[in-house]
T-cell receptor, first 112, second 114 residues
């Protein structure tokens, strides 16, 4: 069974469009994260939610809006996509009693 | 601001050789350090986690050491196998109450040649 899943796996879209990426974890974890890995392979945190509440919001354009409908889901909506948004977006989750984060397979976003 | 550097960026070794991957970080006030493995087209898998009070952790052929005062960690992989080919990422958790913010390096891209 997949622990942390993301949909879609690949996303190719035009500049200016609005798109969403979904993440679900079936581990019963309390905290979920969104990371961005750019073309230079740097992995940077974007957002973190704990029990549906936002606890980390790094310097990310407000075109990016996370939404956590429940503890098992953390979705990422991106408005007015730009070329620089092209990257791999990873979702992760963690049990608050433990340190290890579990990552999803990533969503490869290409903005044309 | 915590900066994490990994050297070398890429390396190739023949099967059977030992691998030595280096990670350095600028702020020694860390809570813990983790090594992850990333396979092409896949997510990250946690390999080892070292708490700031620990000097090393071992799992099978993997051994990670931590020298917090000098801001360094080393991942040793003994008797490398082609299946060890992947990118290895080092990440440090900064000491910051209330969150689990990780700062990642760019990774060591490893190819083990059969």
């Amino acid at each position: 069974d997949t622990a942390v899943s993301q949909t879609p796996k690949y996303l190719v879209t035009q500049m200016g469009n609005d798109k969403s990426i979904k993440c679900e974890q079936n581990l019963g974890h309390d905290t979920m994260y969104w990371y961005k890995q750019d073309s230079k392979k740097f992995l940077k945190i974007m957002f973190s939610y704990n029990n549906k509440e936002l606890i980390i919001n790094e310097t990310v354009p407000n075109r990016f809006s996370p939404k956590s409908p429940d503890k098992a889901h953390l979705n990422l909506h991106i408005n007015s996509l730009e070329l620089g948004d092209s990257a791999v977006y990873f979702c992760a989750s963690r049990n608050n009693q433990r340190e290890t984060q579990y990552f999803g397979p990533g969503t490869r976003l290409l903005v044309l | 601001k915590q900066e994490v550097t990994q050297i070398p960026a890429a390396l190739s070794v023949p099967e059977g050789e030992n691998l030595v991957l280096n990670c350095s970080f600028t702020d020694s006030a860390i809570y813990n350090l983790q090594w992850f493995r990333q396979d092409p087209g896949k997510g990250l898998t946690s390999l080892l986690l070292i708490q700031s009070s620990q000097r090393e952790q071992t799992s099978g052929r993997l051994n990670a050491s931590l020298d917090k005062s000098s801001g360094r960690s080393t991942l040793y992989i003994a008797a490398s196998q082609p299946g060890d080919s992947a990118t290895y990422l080092c990440a440090v958790r900064r000491v910051f109450y209330g969150n689990n913010r990780l700062a990642f390096g760019k990774g060591n891209q490893v190819v083990v040649i059969p």
